[in-house]
Antibody, heavy 120, light 110 residues
Framework: QLQLQESGPGLVKPSETLSLTCTVS??????????WGWIRQPPGKGLEWIGS???????YYNPSLKSRVTISVDTSKNQFSLKLSSVTAADTAVYYC????????????WGQGTLVTVSS | QSALTQPPSASGSPGQSVTISCTGT?????????VSWYQQHPGKAPKLMIY???KRPSGVPDRFSGSKSGNTASLTVSGLQAEDEADYYC??????????FGTGTKVTVL
């Protein structure tokens, strides 16, 4: 059974860089059938797609966040990572990592999510 | 890209049906048959319920069905059960490797 697990600091100071890693188990991140993405959800609000990466390193970002986002992949560790720079309180959210399919373009497996709070 | 528009809330009694709409534009919902729906219980991760407008993943009850007309997609939950009480989000491919989610609908089972 595929599992995704987010990890990283739960508290980040304003203007600093948020860094999270998603570890994939039960399957290979190098499969040509899938992309790997990040989605966030501010407390009490809706979901927002942040960006996605293919095992080859090709990346796709939400235009509204593109200038601050970097997603990378480490196939040797079966992990992919998110960096979001110059964070503000508006970036406080639960951050999910998820797999999405190339063929059907939907997010079929999700991590449990991790809350990141931006505060001094 | 703007979030897809969903009604904030919907409700029904056990056994009844409820339909949630998801309105976008010709650049997302209307332009592609890649609309998906997600169920989210409080404090939990979203769960895929419908993909490619109307297909159900293995394990999702056939009480859940999806459809699309023009720029609006819909999710119908038939034979409402207490466990269906949750937030529901639609999502659509928006071209150029972009995705957009809906604003979310809270479904209450009366």
């Amino acid at each position: 059974q595929l599992q995704l697990q987010e990890s990283g600091p739960g508290l980040v100071k304003p203007s600093e860089t948020l860094s999270l890693t998603c570890t994939v188990s039960g399957g290979s991140i190098s499969s040509s059938s899938y992309y790997w993405g990040w989605i966030r959800q501010p407390p009490g609000k809706g979901l927002e797609w942040i960006g996605s990466i293919y095992y080859s390193g090709s990346t796709y970002y939400n235009p509204s966040l593109k200038s601050r986002v970097t997603i990378s992949v480490d196939t040797s560790k079966n992990q992919f990572s998110l960096k979001l720079s110059s964070v503000t309180a508006a970036d406080t959210a639960v951050y999910y990592c998820a797999r999405h399919t190339v063929a059907t373009i939907c997010f079929d497996y999700w991590g449990q999510g991790t809350l990141v709070t931006v505060s001094s | 890209q703007s979030a897809l528009t969903q009604p904030p809330s919907a409700s029904g009694s056990p056994g009844q049906s409820v339909t949630i709409s998801c309105t976008g534009t010709s650049s997302d919902v209307g332009g592609y048959n890649y609309v998906s729906w997600y169920q989210q219980h409080p404090g939990k991760a979203p769960k895929l319920m419908i993909y490619e407008v109307s297909k159900r993943p293995s394990g999702v009850p056939d009480r859940f069905s999806g459809s699309k007309s023009g720029n609006t997609a819909s999710l119908t939950v038939s034979g409402l059960q207490a466990e269906d009480e949750a937030d529901y989000y639609c999502s659509s491919y928006a071209g150029s490797n972009n995705f957009v989610f809906g604003t979310g609908t809270k479904v209450t089972v009366l």
